[in-house]
């Protein structure tokens, strides 16, 4: 089975190709086009293709690839967990691959997915698959410009290549007083959740993924945690092949 998965993200969006769970190909762009589309399939032999945009309608025209099951990712779409959320119409695309995918990772354990996108998002699941929500916070950059736009006199922090070196439990001048407070703030956060599901005592998955998550990994590395933990910067898109199976498996059933 070989799947063309077309994930759409708020920036950048990435196109990937698995055989069966493996990635063989995989391009991350702020856009595709018809024929690029069209070319993966012919030299891969895609037989599915799956587009997830979390804009809502998807603006590639992937609907008329000759031959090609096309499915459109949203709430409605059949997926491998119970999905307890209260609102699932308002759940973000995202999230739920996001939890599908850890839990096809961890088939047999609790998970918990700390997504550091714009928004910082964390959702568990237990270890039946009942997925039951999670929480929603500012992301590293969101946090920086709040506190620049809501002030009159504290800086915009860049997150560049000094940034990423930052490594100060308090700042001694301004700059590094936000630094400081931004990223041991998120990082108390996440051990603050991580600790609270321990607490329940079940055997839990912890992933990261998204576009700040090797920069917490790193920070992470050295915590009591560490040994739970796995970086996996292809999770939604693992999870959205994961729908795609699904339903291939329903209907050969």
Known sequence: ???LI???????????VFRKEDIIYIQK???FFQDEIEALVKRYNVERILV?????ESPLPVSFVSGIEVVYFDY???VPIKNKYGTPETLGVDRLAGIIGAKNIFSQKAVLVFDFGSCLTVDFADEEGNYFGGVISPGLKMRFNAMHSFTDKLPLIEVGESFYEFNKQIGENTTES????????MLFE?????KKYNEKKIDLGIILCGGDASFFDSRLKNSIFAHQILLEPNLVPIGLNTVVRYQHDKKDK
Do not use: C, H, R, W
């Open 1 to 3: 089975m070989v799947n």
């Open 6 to 16: 077309i994930d759409i993200g708020n920036t950048f969006s990435k196109i990937l």
């Open 29 to 31: 762009q702020e856009q």
């Open 52 to 56: 997830s945009s979390v804009k809502g």
């Open 76 to 78: 409605k779409t059949p």
């Open 178 to 185: 936000l630094m400081a407070g931004v990223i041991n703030g």
């Open 190 to 194: 996440i051990q603050g959740y991580i």
